[in-house]
């Protein structure tokens, strides 16, 4: 019970000195449609990752694939080759994970 009325003694203290002021998203609804699509499963480990900035590696590819894709468009026509071979193997990579992820 002691570590309770600390906690919101705390949070009272921090409300009282505006520190949840202008926070993001204050006064706004919070969209938890994606929270619910997800596995029961997997709602817990996703939210202690997002709270920690941490991303599933298939987001890391995700973003690795857009800046392929950027390069392919502004690189010279000697240089595209390359590039299109590692897109491919991204986009493999990807394609691998997602389907590992659907299956279990």
């Known amino acids: 019970m002691g570590w309770e009325r600390i906690a919101e003694n705390r949070i009272r203290e921090a409300m009282q000195e505006g520190e949840f002021d202008n926070l993001p998203g204050a006064g706004k609804p919070i969209d938890l449609d994606g929270y619910f699509k997800l596995p029961e499963h997997l709602r817990v480990a996703f ?38 071979r590692e ?9 691998v994970r997602l389907e590992r992820a659907r299956r279990t």
């Open 47 to 84: 939210s202690i990752l997002k709270s920690a900035n941490c991303v599933p590696a298939e987001v890391d590819l995700l973003h690795e694939i857009a800046a392929l894709e950027q390069r392919l468009e502004s690189e010279p026509a000697a240089g595209k080759p390359s590039i299109r």
């Open 87 to 95: 897109l491919a193997g991204r986009r493999t990579q990807l394609a």
